[in-house]
């Protein structure tokens, strides 16, 4: 993105009950790129698996800062609310979510976002744990088609494929955007071992799937901006 991106605090979560659809991946990726553009950038992990925090820990100290926070520990002696301040100046929060959320946990995690991504591969099952995914947003945790804080980003995608193509038929059925598509690319293997985002790598090497993150950060900057309501509305 060439435009400068405004300072306002904004709230991405990306959620999926679906175990392995790139959620850790695309946080991880996200607060990278919001950090190396200067943004005050909190990462979030409510998964106790810790995929984000054991990327965060492996980030090498040259780059730029992310204030990591390990949202799945209950430290003894501290309210929730102190574990999970933010330190003054933060501008993004990106959140990490576990597989296996109940509804009621969805709601919950979805209530003060400003950007619901639910990352999506092209499989069969998949499609269906996407589409049970969405039904629960929609109802339990109301989120409205109308507030346009809700997408679907498809990972893992190999073009030109019958279940890809199958996908992007279940995304038109749902009438929610489809704000990405995301290649199978062994960058996003690297970047997970060693702590960087793929705008952190040598450019002439993750050229690819940074021009496929474009879409991504534009959808997700725009959330909030009055140019957005209604953009995508339908309920
Ligand atoms: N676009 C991609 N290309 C190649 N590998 C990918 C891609 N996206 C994710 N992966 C790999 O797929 C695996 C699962 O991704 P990830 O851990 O991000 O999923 P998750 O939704 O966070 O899983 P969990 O529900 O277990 O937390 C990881 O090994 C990750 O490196
Ligand atoms: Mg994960």
Redesign the pocket.
Known sequence: MDQPIPTTLRRVV?L?????????????NLAAFYAASGMQTVLMDF?P?A??WRWLKARPSTLAHIHGIAAYERPAGVTRSFHLRLPPGTSRVVV?????LEPGEIAEFTRDADAILV?V?PSPIDIRACARCIEHLLTTAKVKRRESRLAVVA???RPNTLVFHSLIRFLGTLDIPLVAT????????R??DTGIGLHEMQPERSHP?MAQWVPLVTWVESRGMPASKGVEASA
């Open positions: 990306f999926n009950p679906k175990g392995g659809s790139g959620k850790s991946t695309l946080a991880t998964d698996q995929s984000s990490d979510t576990p597989a296996a990352p591969l990972n893992r995608v995301l290649r199978e690319s062994q960058n996003y293997i970047a997970a799937d």
